[in-house]
């Protein structure tokens, strides 16, 4: 079996150096790493869950440290931890299911009442909000008066320590294979999204239309061609996405599955958008408010689409739905790359002062763009299409309020 710990480093090292191509494969691979360390991860006899969501937030908090821009990381470190809540939970429902718990009784057996105690709708409602807790007769009683509880006899005491620790080791073998099948679902959806997604294609593109896209996506490729498998004729414009001229691959590609394909520049975008019918993209990351995370250049796309009226449809798989907004301090919304992929330095170096080691010119090339939700027409994601003012209550259904910030519990003392 192969050590937790040196996945875990190895997958460090490959977001720092950015080794690892593309969302999907980033959070692919980070759910892998998860599911390990959930895995490998001992339990104590109390709390079971609350041991694992510390120790996925341990190893989440250095997997987001070491490539912040990266944001599906982070989603799918939070998906996980909502995972973890969700069993818990359901597993503590079905306990108190199982106790027979009633909110009060006029059963006349008294031999009955004594074995199980009545317990009240507030301790009920008590157990299932403590969903970090095994769900244990124990438990419930704590929200009791002392005179409602039955003192175990001395005869019974050690046999029902021992049931009592019996049955927190099942229930904890029980959450992590619960958890560990769920986590193997989310990796089968990531693994599928691009298909999940392209076969929505018919049902937004027609005969005769013209599309247009800017730099490369996989999942905008995919969505194009099951289009064309459906034998729908439509033409392509593909903006070539400088300085990196991803376009350029986009289009390639296309023309090599027999689509009508054309290749136009990033400036040319106003003058041929009133030839388009519609504009589909694809995204970084996808905010709680509906905003979008692109490549550099997509918001002037978006821009000219709203100016002639033209729908403006965001491709992106539901990993990279991230529960934060652009406001907060966790999110890094931009980087800045090399300036080599604008200027040959060689031709500027006359702007270079020897003497002092200053330059004149300054060069930003950043990475991304900002698209306002406004801006937005549709999403199209892995469970279909929604509007922009739904995706809040979309990714509300991923994640869990605490998990927002990924941070490992400090103990006292350090």
């Known amino acids: 079996m192969p050590d937790v710990q040196s996945l875990v480093n190895d997958f460090l090292n490959q977001l720092k150096k950015r080794k690892i191509e593309g969302s999907q494969a980033t959070a692919k691979q980070t759910a892998e790493v998860l599911r390990s360390v959930i895995s490998q991860q001992r339990l104590p006899y109390t709390n079971q869950a ?46 108190i299911a199982g106790l027979g718990i009633s909110a009060g009784s006029d059963d006349e057996d008294d031999v009955e009442r004594d074995d199980h105690p009545v317990l009240s709708a507030a301790a009920v409602a008590a157990a299932a909000r403590s969903t970090l807790r095994p769900p244990s007769l124990q438990t419930l009683l704590e929200d009791l008066p002392d005179s409602a509880a039955v003192p175990p006899t001395s005869s019974s005491g050690g046999e029902s320590e021992g049931k009592s620790r019996s049955d927190k080791g099942s229930r904890g073998r029980k959450l992590k294979h619960d958890v560990i099948e769920a986590v193997n679902d989310l990796i089968q959806d990531i693994a599928t999204c691009h298909e999940q997604i392209a076969e929505q294609a018919v049902e937004h593109i027609h005969q005769n239309e013209v599309i247009l896209t800017l730099g490369s996506s996989r999942t905008v490729l995919e969505f194009l061609c099951a289009a064309k498998e459906k034998k729908r004729s439509f033409r392509v414009f593909v903006a070539e996405g400088a300085p990196r001229y991803q376009g350029h691959l986009l289009a390639k590609d296309l023309a090599a599955r027999g689509l009508q394909t054309t290749v136009i520049t990033d400036s040319a975008v106003f003058a041929m958008i009133s030839r388009v019918n519609m504009v589909i993209v694809g995204a970084h990351a996808v905010m709680a408010n509906g905003g979008v995370i692109a490549p550099v250049g997509l918001n002037m796309v978006a821009l000219a689409a709203q100016k002639h009226a033209v729908p403006f449809v965001v491709l992106a798989g539901s990993h990279k739905l991230c529960p934060l907004y652009p406001h907060n301090p966790e999110v890094l919304l931009n980087e800045l790359r090399s300036p080599s992929e604008l200027l040959d330095f060689g031709e500027f170096s006359d702007c270079m002062d020897a003497a002092s080691g200053t330059c004149s010119l300054h060069v930003v090339n950043p990475t991304f763009d900002y698209v306002p939700p406004k801006l937005v027409s549709l999403f199209i994601t892995d469970t279909g299409g929604h509007n922009p003012s739904y995706m809040y209550r979309l990714i509300a259904d991923y994640y869990t309020a605490d998990d927002l910030v990924v941070k490992a519990r400090t103990t006292a003392g350090s």
């Open 50 to 95: 609350g041991a694992l969501i510390d120790a996925v937030r341990a190893v989440g908090e250095q997997l987001i440290a070491a490539n912040p821009v990266e944001v599906a990381v982070g989603n799918i470190v939070r998906r996980v931890l909502h995972i973890i809540r969700e069993e818990d939970l359901s597993l503590a429902t079905d306990a």
